[in-house]
């Protein structure tokens, strides 16, 4: 699973996300920050084959405190993997940027303990 999120915001939630689902759901998962991960990462996932698209997802972390250009980047990433691999956002809520954050390391706890009952 690949966690992903703009500066500083999605990124640091995606770190979150990636700890708490290797540690709980003892499964792999990385983290990208963007805009970099646009150019750098996205013809990796080209290389993909059948049994690792099993496997593998997309998360977008997602908020209102997002920079539009970066935000119309992850947009353009997400239509790109489309069809080579399941994409999923997930929109962080709240009044200011740290409980957005909050509300995203929250969401992301969860995920965690749910794939770990999964796995």
Not at 44 to 66: K, P
Not at 81 to 88: D, E, F, T
Not at 108 to 119: I, K, R, V, Y
Request: hydrophobic share 40%.
């Amino acid at each position: 699973m690949l966690c992903q999120g703009d500066t500083p915001i999605g990124a640091t939630a995606a770190e979150r996300w990636k700890a708490q689902i290797n540690q709980n759901a003892r499964q792999s998962a990385s983290v990208s920050a963007q805009p970099n991960a646009s150019h750098n990462e996205a013809v990796a996932w080209d290389c993909r084959n059948d049994l690792t698209l099993e496997r593998d997802a997309a998360v977008f972390l997602r908020h209102g405190y997002e920079d539009p250009r970066v935000s119309q980047r992850i947009d353009r990433l997400a239509l790109y993997l489309s069809g080579k691999v399941p994409v999923h956002s997930v929109q962080g809520q709240g009044d200011t940027p740290f409980a957005v954050l909050m509300d995203l390391a929250m969401i992301g706890d969860f995920t965690s303990l749910h794939l770990a009952g999964l796995n």
